[in-house]
């Protein structure tokens, strides 16, 4: 194996929400759905994208306030994931450049997963539409395991699948959660700032080895003084 090869990540993993794939327009319109039923106020997609990689239950929150009952959250977090789960491909794409990211990494041979807190009835519908599912060598979901992140054994257990040492690998992530799960799995943590981040996100808090203004700036960490 020459040098250029060590350098190398053997691995790649990326979250799914505001990393691999831009949800948000699906996830905001879910809101604006159970808005809409109790005669709310709906939100732009401006307003409520920072909340999109943090689940139904934040961005319920966002349109509603804190103030909710148990009850009141548990039954709108229904009419929110019946309504996302009928319409969980409409406007939701591939981030500009993870195709070509993706095509890089199977040109190399380097396995590339998903780890998402994302139910896998969810998780696994999204990338059935956008064919995905049988390009990933590991799909790791929020319901998978026991835990999830930022605990790191949904990191761990994707390596496994995609047999790489945890060590070798990358995890890509637009929330601190992210960050910290990948430091805990020992894995190289970047994060994916074009994705969900909010305005009082302190990124250089987070403790990640690197930041993706774009998906294709990992072209670089893939191949040291690569172009793209």
Not at 30 to 41: F, I
Not at 109 to 124: A, D, M, Q, R
Not at 203 to 214: C, K
Request: net charge negative; charged share 20%; hydrophobic share 45%.
């Amino acid at each position: 194996m020459n040098k250029t090869a060590y350098s190398l990540p053997q691995g790649v993993l990326f979250d799914l929400d505001g990393t691999l794939v831009d949800t948000a327009p699906d996830l905001v319109n879910a809101l604006n759905a159970v808005l809409r039923l109790e005669g709310r106020e709906t939100l732009t997609l401006a307003q409520a994208r920072p909340a999109a990689s943090h689940g139904a239950g934040a961005l319920l929150k966002l349109g509603f306030g804190a103030e909710m009952t148990d009850e009141q959250l548990r039954h709108r977090t229904r009419l929110f994931l019946d309504h996302y789960a009928a319409n969980i491909c409409v406007d939701s794409q591939l981030f500009t450049g993870i195709d070509l990211v993706l095509e890089r990494l199977e040109a190399l041979e380097i396995p590339w997963g998903v780890v998402t807190n994302k139910p896998s009835l969810l998780t696994l519908a999204l990338l059935d539409e956008l064919r995905l599912r049988d390009r990933a060598y590991s799909v790791v979901s929020g319901d998978t395991l026991a835990v999830a992140k930022p605990h790191p054994e949904p990191l761990l257990y994707a390596a496994a699948q995609c047999e790489v040492a945890p060590e070798h690998c990358i995890y890509i992530g637009d929330a601190e959660r992210d960050i910290e799960a990948a430091n805990r799995a020992g894995m190289k943590a970047l994060i994916a700032a074009y994705g969900y981040i909010g305005a009082d996100d302190q990124l250089d808090t987070w403790g990640a080895q690197g930041v993706l203004q774009q998906p294709v700036d990992l072209m670089h960490w893939l191949m040291p003084h690569a172009t793209h």
